[in-house]
């Protein structure tokens, strides 16, 4: 569970930082695009329109977040959860987030899991590109 520690610290800058970088665009309206992806190719990568969709459902317009991102559909329910477990463990000092985050990459580790996965982020790569 070592490895998990470290994970879990990673995790949590890019999340501290996804945080401040949706402040920012949410408080002072900017648009910043910094793909090197799309900038190299032209192509949105699978991450590509996640700030407008957090925006669009911030103003409750669930369709068009779909539309900049449908990994919104992973995305929300994560950070929910991330956050939730994250409070719990600061309030009970438990390590709850440690033991879901064990037991999601155990279950990630399942061919079948894996696979689905990784067919949903084609679907949502493909449909991302065919949207623009």
Known sequence: MNND??????ISIFFCVGVAWLLIHLLWNVHIEI???KRLIGVPCPSCGTTRAF???F???VVEALKYNINILIL???IVTYVALR???LIFRTQKLEQ???KVKEMLNKKLIFCAFIL???LAWTLHISLG
């Not at 520690?5 to 990673?10: F, G, V």
């Open 59 to 61: 103003a409750f317009n």
């Open 120 to 122: 949903f982020e084609i």
């Open 35 to 37: 793909c090197p992806i």
């Open 87 to 89: 409070v719990y463990d």
């Open 100 to 102: 879901v985050y064990h």
């Open 5 to 10: 520690k470290r994970d879990l610290r990673i």
């Open 55 to 57: 925006k669009s459902l």
């Open 76 to 78: 929300l329910p994560s």
